[in-house]
């Protein structure tokens, strides 16, 4: 008969911990990390995103997978993916249960390093739990797919253009930062410096979800690297975050409701660019939209390209009208500023979110990618406003 000291708990008694022999402090707190990872299991439904990833396994290994390589693709990204979140969340799992039974020695042994350790693993615990509460909290109708983001130059000049580039890099790390695939669809260069607008598409789940609270005009506030005279500039940019169309979504657009021009890419290029008639832009006509894509090499692939943005903008045109519709019906407008954040690299250093008041003191890091605290806080106050416009 094994010692109750010994014997490792099942994954059914977790919830109750009761082989956790600490303070009372510590076992409150792991209960409440417990519960936490209880309710994340419940809302991603670990059984069905088992058998999920088992049924992905099926149809990678078809020999016949590769006949679609777009097709094989998808399956292989979900494959990943989904084995991913079912091995972190496991993981945290098992990691909750290691951490209790390494206090419980500490606390017997009176052992200092052993507790000094298990103190980290709570802390680095808590932290990987909230933000992976973050991803149940995704749970819009489009928020699983990949994001296709528009940045755009606003207010203030040459400085404006600087500073979409600057953002459009920021996403760029982002993406890098955590192996997620981007493509870039078009620039439109700037004459003195930085660029017009530049659309590109980060391919993962919950891309769209995740980054569409980052749509919103973001103010840069430094000393003007294109003034001679070193004044403070304030500067402007736009961030549109649409999600990517599929199939299922019958945007239905008919030949005759659009006109395709085509021209010479511009900007720096390499084989295949500038050389050619490649690039297409596509006018809605009854809309007025305008989308343009040129970073592809031939005419054919730039259309698609550009088709699927127009998909995109037009589903996010009908998703607004019904939102319109809704809050018209609520007698209340939309909760969502326009200015949603400010960068200040002079006379002091900050980046605070206008909405949620989230703040970083180092500029540098954010612009270089790490703005996953800043998503996280996004994502939390959207649900919190959802939820007060509900109620």
């Known amino acids: 008969m094994p010692s109750p000291r010994t014997e490792r708990p099942t994954a059914a008694a977790v919830g109750r911990l009761p082989w956790l022999d600490v303070n009372a402090d510590v076992a409150a707190?792991?209960?409440?990390?417990?519960?936490?990872l209880s309710g994340i299991e419940a809302a991603l439904d670990i059984d069905q995103l088992r058998a999920q990833v088992a049924q992905l396994q099926e149809q990678a290994a078809r020999p016949d997978l590769w006949n679609d390589v777009e097709h094989a693709q998808q399956v292989n990204s979900k494959l990943a993916h989904k084995q991913g979140d079912l091995r972190r969340v496991e993981g945290l799992r098992q990691r909750l249960e290691d951490v209790a039974v390494l206090y419980e020695l500490a606390e017997e042994g009176a052992d200092e390093s052993a507790r000094s350790e298990a103190e980290m693993e709570r802390d680095r615990l808590r932290k990987e739990i909230a933000s992976?509460?973050?991803?149940?909290?995704?749970?819009?109708?489009?928020?699983?797919?990949d994001a296709l983001v528009t940045i755009r130059s606003e207010a203030g000049g040459v400085d404006a253009a600087d500073w979409a580039e600057m953002l459009m890099r920021m996403y760029l790390r982002w993406a890098e930062r955590h192996g997620y695939p981007t493509e870039v669809y078009d620039i439109s260069f700037a004459e003195e410096a930085g660029i017009k607008s530049a659309t590109f598409v980060v391919k993962a789940p919950f891309a769209y979800g995740t980054l569409s609270v980052e749509q919103g005009t973001h103010?840069?506030?430094?000393?003007?690297?294109?003034?001679?005279?070193?004044?403070r500039q304030t500067s402007f940019a736009g961030v549109e975050v649409l999600p990517v169309t599929e199939t299922a979504d019958h945007v239905d657009i008919p030949e005759n409701e659009i006109r395709i021009d085509?021209?010479?890419?511009?900007?720096?290029?390499?084989?295949?660019?500038?050389?050619?008639?490649?690039?297409?832009?596509?006018?809605?006509l009854p809309t007025g939209i305008v989308v343009s894509c040129q970073?592809?090499?031939?005419?054919?692939?730039?259309?698609?390209?550009?088709?699927?943005?127009?998909?995109?903008?037009?589903?996010?045109?009908?998703?607004?009208?019904?939102?319109?519709?809704?809050d018209a019906l609520k007698g209340e407008g939309s909760?969502?500023?326009?200015?949603?954040?400010?960068?200040?690299?002079?006379?002091?250093?900050?980046?605070?979110?206008?909405?949620?008041?989230?703040?970083?003191?180092?500029?540098?890091?954010?612009?270089?990618?790490?703005?996953?605290?800043?998503?996280?806080a996004g994502i939390r106050w959207r649900r919190q406003q959802q939820a007060r416009v509900a109620s």
């Open 132 to 145: 992976l509460e973050i991803r149940t909290l995704l749970s819009g109708e489009y928020d699983e797919r």
């Open 219 to 231: 103010r840069l506030v430094r000393i003007s690297p294109f003034d001679n005279q070193a004044r």
């Open 29 to 36: 707190d792991l209960k409440d990390l417990d519960a936490t």
């Open 262 to 284: 085509v021209f010479r890419s511009s900007g720096p290029g390499g084989q295949s660019v500038n050389t050619t008639d490649s690039a297409v832009r596509i006018t809605h």
């Open 295 to 326: 970073n592809e090499k031939s005419q054919i692939q730039n259309r698609a390209a550009a088709m699927r943005v127009l998909q995109s903008r037009l589903l996010e045109r009908k998703r607004q009208e019904q939102q319109a519709e809704l």
């Open 335 to 376: 909760s969502w500023g326009n200015q949603m954040r400010s960068y200040v690299l002079h006379p002091y250093q900050m980046v605070k979110d206008l909405r949620t008041g989230y703040e970083v003191g180092n500029p540098a890091t954010v612009l270089d990618g790490d703005i996953d605290g800043f998503l996280e």
